[in-house]
T-cell receptor, first 108, second 116 residues
Framework: RKEVEQDPGPFNVPEGATVAFNCTYS??????FFWYRQDCRKEPKLLMS???SGNEDGRFTAQLNRASQYISLLIRDSKLSDSATYLC?????????FGSGTKLNVKP | EPEVTQTPSHQVTQMGQEVILRCVPI?????FYWYRQILGQKVEFLVS????????KSEIFDDQFSVERPDGSNFTLKIRSTKLEDSAMYFC??????????????FGPGTRLTVT
């Protein structure tokens, strides 16, 4: 079973839409969780950490459900510049495991 | 804003040759990582490094690979006897250990390695 699983998408949405991604992880002892975004042929860039209480940063909201072992990312009022691949990342004992990413295309 | 830098941006080498990929982590960070991403695939952990030694490594990181922090700023990945399947983007990352967000990693722009 993969450590981290994501729906590869693509999610094709119009500007202004709200879109949500989910990610599941297999190791219940996982310690920390993150969302990164990656543009084509570029490095992953940290979007936000995900805390048990949930956290929000502008148009982005991340949630963690430890009981069900999933993490979510909600993007409100999506912009053209949000088009990217969103990577779910899980920390297990100083090893970071990346999901394969969910591709988002925001269309005008 | 401080950032991780990597050189070269693109390295072309012949099969069987040795390459050294270089990284300069963010200056006050203490944990360093190498990852690789084969084109079209996910980012894969290779190795983590702390306090001048390897703290974790993946199954990919076999005897062909080694890491070193030769001075106070550089962090290198050496790949010996390169194979065609080593062609990938190699990312360096670093993180602090001192603050609440200490598990957040910051990535360099990557080195694209092409083995011919």
């Amino acid at each position: 079973r993969k450590e981290v699983e994501q729906d590869p998408g693509p999610f094709n949405v119009p500007e202004g839409a709200t879109v949500a991604f989910n990610c599941t992880y297999s190791n219940s002892a996982s310690q920390s969780f993150f969302w990164y975004r990656q543009d084509c042929r570029k490095e992953p860039k940290l979007l936000m950490s995900v805390y048990s209480s949930g956290n929000e940063d502008g148009r982005f909201t991340a949630q963690l459900n430890r009981a069900s072992q999933y993490i979510s990312l909600l993007i409100r009022d999506s912009k053209l510049s949000d088009s990217a691949t969103y990577l779910c990342v899980v920390l297990n004992f100083n090893k970071f495991y990346f999901g394969s990413g969910t591709k988002l295309n925001v269309k005008p | 804003e401080p950032e991780v830098t990597q050189t070269p941006s693109h390295q072309v080498t012949q099969m069987g040759q040795e390459v050294i990929l270089r990284c300069v982590p963010i200056s006050n960070h203490l944990y360093f990582y190498w990852y690789r991403q084969i084109l079209g695939q996910k980012v894969e952990f290779l190795v983590s490094f702390y306090n001048n030694e390897i703290s974790e490594k993946s199954e990919i990181f076999d005897d062909q690979f080694s890491v070193e922090r030769p001075d106070g700023s550089n962090f290198t990945l050496k790949i010996r006897s390169t194979k065609l399947e080593d062609s990938a983007m190699y990312f360096c990352a670093s993180r602090s250990s001192r603050d609440r967000r200490s598990y957040e990693q910051y990535f360099g722009p990557g080195t694209r390695l092409t083995v011919t």
